[in-house]
């Protein structure tokens, strides 16, 4: 093998998940593990319930973390609350809605499904068509994606909302805020939001490998009714103030470290400052997408602009561009990594994640190196992408 020559510098990362780790994280995940008995170790475990709740906008609600990524904590909300014979009402927004789907029905639970269309967020109403069409009350609940990474959108929560209680169906509301937590507004309690599932690697800016579930009175009940055979994801099992408990076995310590730092980080900034930072670095990245779409060679693909994402831009390519073939330029030679499309969307987009632990210099450092990229690449693009995107972060 030939080793890979140093990276002088560093290499931008821009996928949307995983994301940079700020150096207080992982100086905080360098530390040694600690005896299950350690005392210190209950109370780093108690400061990240409280911080996730605090970040959840949530009081009451039980915080359940696992040492898996999104796709584990999916399966232990598919597991506990979909009883035999349930089903989940799962609206379209995209590849990540359809994996949730395809996993669900995989565990044998059964899958209602509205209309995923291009480039657009949920549609309430289509949500509240298929609860009513549910006269038998099968839907025990609807599993929505707040923002779908690979398409780049970001639903309307209080439409979801507002659509499940005008049906007046009990079905619990399931939301997904694995890329938008800690990036855009979100209130579990507020909303009424029954369960959430979020992971590590994005907005939180931590390694991959830890999902979390946060589970009010309603859904605690609902699983704890199921009586389909369970151990490790169950929910019931996990609710115990022992540490070896909460985790079915040891608990993934230098995670929690890195948690716990993150968490810190997240409120010494204060929650609207986040915000307000990831509108300004959308923005950034928006402005040159518009740039660069006046040449032909692409556009975004979210055709709803309120409902573009704060945490990651999907960008369409035009007939005959490669996005793998720009993606690979992008990283070999400018050092900037970008995504590409997943599921329907490969070889049909690329995306430029935009979430985490990342400022104006950044952001405009990746777009250079996207755009020097498309230059080598021969891509028909506008004049000054780039330079759009530095005049919208001077006039903020
Ligand atoms: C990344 C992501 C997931 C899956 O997370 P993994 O850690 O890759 O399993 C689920 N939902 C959304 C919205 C995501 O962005």
Redesign the pocket.
Known sequence: MTPSPRIPGHRFLHS??PTRLPDAVLHAMSRQPMDLADTRLDDIIADCETGLKRLLGTRDAEVLMYAA????A?EALIVNLLAPGRSALVPGTGH?SE??AIQTEALGGRVVRTPWVEGRPIDAGEVERALRADTKREIAAVFA?????ASGSTSDLRALRAAIDVTDHPALFVV?V??SLAVVPFDMDALRVDAVIG?S??GLMLP?GM?FVALNERALALARANPAPRFYWDFGRRVDVLSYRKFCGTPPMNLLYGLQASLELIFEEGLEAIHARHRQLAGAVHAAVEGWSEGGALRFFGQVPEARSMSVTAVAVAEGVDPEALRRVARERFQVSISGGLGPLAGRVFRIGHMGDMNAAMILGCLAGVEAAMHVQRLSIGAGGVQRAVAYLARQ
């Open positions: 949307p998940g990524n999104g796709h584990g999916w990540f994996s949730w994606v707040h923002t779908d990474t997904d694995v890329a992971a690697q994005k991959p999902g």
